[in-house]
């Protein structure tokens, strides 16, 4: 906390020069300790950008196929699943399983296949070149060539932004139950923003650290499966506020979160809180490819009928991609379908 202004998140690193990151992916740590992260060849089959379920997915498949691949990531191999503090709803894990054992599944899986991957790396654009190949850039300025890609960058958290928020992020708002639910054990209130899946799964992921656990939702009903409502519902410890929009949050004098204030149906009040959780959806991380590739509705990548974009030898697939259902299966599912259409696009160009 001393080094990180008093705010409570992690990780938080210092370096023996004495600089620090606060929440630093792997590219911003491979920059400061200069690490060397690099492909053993310029020329693959199949560049697959992302390893999340989707990505590694795909990997697998293509591998199987004998299609030369190669995966980068600008974080960790797993991705945003690997951060999930259990999965409950995944086929074959009947008592569920935490999200980081599945992504760790998922990389053995495919390094079993010989599935090259990076992390830390972070694909800075794709071009189509005058001999055909696609040219993916990376941060580090390296240029990597391959028949087709597959973009499978996934999504992040969306913020509220709303008064407050930004200045109070680490410092009361958070955006991960799992990383920073732990700092609040023995707290008296906490708010989770969010009527949906995640939101309530994080919610009752945090009342094991909390007394009491407020849900606001600013549609009329939540928004989460059935027998998440039920769990919620009937547990004393929590209280849902259904058509309460969040409008700002609230500093004590020490600049932490003092207060959420919100609107409801009945005016504005502000509702105590120790911290705030916020779960209310997802933006596609496709800012790389604007420009390049058609973006759809919020940003996610558009796609044909058979996953690929507007950009022959490009395909896409899992959060990214417009249309797609923001689950784990599912992701999982499309990462297989764009390999198979990943080999019938090779199998077309005759080689």
Avoid: W
């Avoid at 929440?23 to 560049?47: F, G, Q």
């Avoid at 709803?89 to 992504?103: D, S």
């Avoid at 599944?105 to 599935?115: C, F, I, L, T």
């Amino acid at each position: 906390m001393e080094r990180n202004g008093g705010k409570l998140i992690i990780p938080v690193i210092e370096f023996p020069d004495g600089s620090i990151l606060i929440e630093p992916d792997n590219s911003e740590i491979a920059a400061v300790l200069k690490l060397e992260i690099t492909a053993s060849k310029s020329l693959y089959d199949l560049i697959v950008v992302g390893a999340g379920p989707a990505g590694l997915t795909s990997a697998i498949y293509a591998a199987r196929e004998g299609i030369d691949t190669l995966v980068l990531d600008k974080g960790a191999l797993g991705g945003q699943a690997g951060a999930t503090e259990r999965v409950d709803n995944y086929p074959g894990f009947p008592e569920g399983i935490t999200g980081g054992e599945l992504a760790s599944r998922y990389v053995d899986h495919a390094r079993r296949y010989g599935v090259e991957m990076l992390s830390g790396v972070q694909v800075r654009h794709i071009a189509r070149e005058d001999d055909g190949l696609l040219a993916v850039e990376t941060d580090q300025g390296a240029t990597y060539r391959a028949k087709a890609v597959v973009v499978a960058t996934g999504s992040t958290y969306r913020r509220l932004d709303v008064p407050g928020e930004e200045d109070l992020i680490g410092a009361g708002i958070h955006f991960c139950a799992t990383c920073d639910g732990p700092f609040y054990r023995g707290a008296k209130d906490l708010v989770v923003i969010g009527g949906g899946n995640s939101g309530l799964e994080e919610g009752l992921f945090l009342s094991q650290f909390a007394e009491k656990i407020t849900i606001l939702q600013d549609l009329p009903n939540l928004t989460a499966s059935v027998i998440l409502q039920e769990r919620v519902t009937n547990d004393p410890c929590f209280e849902v506020r259904t058509s309460t929009k969040v409008i700002g949050f609230i500093a004590d004098a020490n600049g932490r979160l003092e207060a959420v204030e919100v609107e409801t149906p009945q005016g504005t009040e502000s509702i105590e809180a120790d911290g705030a959780f916020i779960f209310i959806g997802l933006t596609p991380n496709s800012g790389f490819v604007e420009g390049t590739l058609d973006l759809g509705r919020a940003g996610f990548v558009a796609t044909r009928q058979t996953l690929e974009t507007n950009l022959p030898g490009v395909f896409a697939a899992g959060d990214v991609r417009e249309g797609s259902t923001k689950q784990i299966a599912s992701a999982v599912g499309e990462g297989a379908a764009v390999a198979l259409m990943v080999r019938a696009y090779l199998n077309s160009l005759g080689e």
